[in-house]
């Protein structure tokens, strides 16, 4: 019950495009007592799905810029396999802290950014 908890509201979250690695990640190192790896691993596992539903309703929606997207999608495949062999090479508490320092500056940039009028 409590890994269906957490699925549904990181589900939530990430369909709404917060993304929901910041609530699935922190649940599972916390709750379900997995370590940083494995919850990052178990994220990018659960990140497809949820994206692929997502996309959908999106794109129905006529809310996604294909031609915008796809040179990001080819950047973020290649930054995708650097970041995880940095990632595999990282001890897991150091990784955890640069998680967790990416979640509070982000944190910060949201609370204290200023509205363009």
């Not at 957490?6 to 690695?21: D, E, T």
């Not at 007592?33 to 997502?54: C, E, K, M, R």
């Not at 995880?84 to 150091?94: E, G, K, V």
């Amino acid at each position: 019950m409590l890994l269906f908890a957490i699925g549904l509201v990181s589900g939530v979250v990430s369909g709404m495009g917060i993304g929901g690695g910041t609530v699935l990640i922190p649940a599972m190192i916390f709750l379900a007592g997995v370590s940083q790896h494995s919850a990052q691993g178990i994220n990018l596992t659960v990140f497809i799905p949820t994206a692929l539903v997502a996309i959908c309703v999106h794109s129905k929606n006529k809310h996604i810029r294909f031609r915008l997207a796809l040179p990001l999608m080819l950047a973020g495949a290649f930054g995708a396999v650097l970041g995880s062999i940095l990632a595999s090479s990282m001890p897991s508490r150091l990784l955890g802290k640069l998680f967790g320092g990416f979640l509070l500056g982000m944190g910060l940039y949201e609370l204290f950014r200023k509205k363009k009028s």
